[in-house]
């Protein structure tokens, strides 16, 4: 077992359905953590298919994933993270879940975007995210 992983959006959809390598990437991890603002991603995605999103959210609440709500110190930090990578067009959920990684010292991440790979955080920007698998 792996240690804890973030998950964005379009890397946990494709493990939810169960597409590989994402899928045994999240089986693998110790501590499946989910930003707040990704899980309203999930839900805009899974619009059309309410039972999934409602079984998620049961999943949430009975514990297999650690969800991490973003706070008022994050969002102050996602927006400069945001400014800092504006050439990446980094977004707010994506600078949200670097303010995250900084914030709880998780650096793993299961994503589809090749933007996270530029995004730098940490003191003195150091920190880099570290794939949970190759981008498609």
């Not at 992983?5 to 494709?14: A, E, M, S």
């Not at 953590?33 to 609440?61: C, F, T, W």
């Not at 303010?99 to 299961?110: F, S």
Request: charged residues 25%; aromatic residues 6%.
């Amino acid at each position: 077992m792996t240690g804890p992983l973030l998950l964005d959006t379009g890397g946990w959809l494709n493990a939810l359905s169960g597409e590989e390598p994402w899928a045994s990437a999240v089986e693998d991890a110790g501590d499946l953590i989910v930003p707040g603002l990704v899980l309203a991603e999930v839900d805009y995605h899974l619009r059309n298919q309410r039972r999934s999103m409602h079984r998620l959210l049961k999943d949430l609440e009975s514990g297999a994933y650690r969800y991490e709500p973003p706070t008022v110190g994050d969002l102050r930090r996602a927006r400069e993270l945001d400014e800092k990578f504006k050439k990446v067009d980094l977004g707010l959920v994506d600078a949200s879940i670097a303010a995250l990684a900084e914030r709880i010292g998780v650096v793993r991440i299961l994503t589809i975007d090749s933007d996270m790979v530029a995004v730098r955080f940490g003191p003195h920007y150091r920190l880099s995210f570290e794939l949970a698998c190759p981008l498609p």
